[in-house]
């Protein structure tokens, strides 16, 4: 079992910035992937980006060029720099952990923090 604390959420312009954090309760170094999603309201969840193990990125093509997403494993952390934020991107974001087992994989789930982009 992993837990997962968001923070860094909150009001912002369009325009400006923000730096979503995960915290995981145990080492992230096993965790095959790890990623980003939200949901605005009325919407389904939708992935933002993901990390693996060894650094490979994607991102969802609306947020390709201004969202960067990284891992720390020594402070066992997730990251999202968001940039040239839009009303668009209003939502919940949720950090995702996904753990590779011999039955399959296992997702963990924070309980979101709240992205507000005032156009």
């Known amino acids: 079992q992993v837990q997962l604390v968001e923070s860094g959420g909150g009001l912002v312009q369009a325009g400006g910035s923000l730096r979503l954090s995960c915290a995981a309760s145990?080492?992230?170094?096993?965790?095959?992937?790890m990623g980003w999603y939200r949901q605005a309201p009325g919407k389904q969840r939708e992935l933002v980006a993901i990390?693996?193990?060894?650094?490979?990125?994607d991102y969802a093509d609306s947020v390709k060029g201004r969202f960067t997403i990284s891992r720390d494993n020594a402070k066992n952390t997730l990251y999202l720099q968001m940039n040239s934020l839009k009303h668009e991107d209003t939502a919940v974001y949720f950090c995702?952990?996904?753990?590779?087992?011999?039955?399959?994989?296992?997702?963990?789930w924070g309980q979101g923090t709240q992205v507000t982009v005032s156009s």
């Open positions: 145990k080492s992230i170094v096993t965790i095959n992937r």
């Open positions: 990390i693996t193990t060894g650094g490979t990125t």
């Open positions: 995702n952990a996904r753990r590779e087992y011999a039955f399959g994989p296992v997702n963990f």
